[in-house]
């Protein structure tokens, strides 16, 4: 029997709101996210980036390898997803590098800090070397960039994370909503949302 997975890109959805991973992972409701215009211009923008900076080397951030779209699975970790880039630092470390069609933020969100290190996390287990940090880039504001620290106190909090997503999926209750009702507003199931 295949051991449950779920993406770095659903522990996103569960900090939107945790009903998300119920209505997605238990209901088998999809969400049709390609019919948004943000998820459309960011997947536009990934593949314009790789048609036309296949081999360029984020020396900014101290790249000294890169590879692109990279699919990782941890049976240890539940984990599986896609990893826009995977650098290598001249430290010889690893990190992730997740691209985000948005303008920069004040401060990172929740949701875009443990989708980057929930990558950490699989590189670091697939790989098995070391990774101190991942990179955001904010591509609206002109590939903005902001380093996340992964260290042993981000690891167990995305451990944690990810087995209450797991739970969700595997109680097969529904779980309370998210307390900021204004992410109501954006929710695909805003209309079956109790």
């Not at 997605?24 to 049709?32: A, F, G, R, T």
């Not at 990279?70 to 430290?91: A, N």
């Not at 880039?137 to 996340?148: E, T």
Request: hydrophobic content about 35%.
């Amino acid at each position: 029997m295949e051991t449950l997975k779920i993406t770095p890109t659903e522990l996103l959805e569960y900090y939107f709101c945790p009903r998300f991973i119920y209505f997605m992972n238990v209901l088998k409701i999809p969400q049709y996210e390609d019919r948004r215009y943000k998820v459309q211009k960011g997947r536009e923008v990934h593949q314009e980036r790789q048609k036309h900076n296949k081999d360029y080397l984020w020396k900014k951030v101290g790249a000294v390898a890169r590879e692109s779209n990279v699919y990782l699975i941890s049976e240890k970790y539940h984990l599986h997803g896609l990893v826009d880039e995977i650098v290598t630092l001249k430290d010889d470390t690893l990190a992730p590098i997740d691209y985000k069609y948005s303008v920069y933020p004040r401060h990172v969100y929740r949701s875009h800090r443990t989708q980057i290190l929930s990558y950490c996390l699989l590189l670091e287990d697939v790989y098995q070397r070391l990774v101190k940090c991942g990179f955001i880039f904010y591509i609206r504001d002109g590939n903005r960039q902001v380093k996340v620290l992964y260290d042993d106190r981000e690891r167990i909090k995305v451990i944690k994370d990810i087995e209450a997503v797991l739970t969700i999926i595997q109680s097969e209750k529904i779980p309370e909503r998210t307390i900021n009702i204004e992410e109501c507003r954006d929710c695909t199931y805003k209309n079956i949302c109790i």
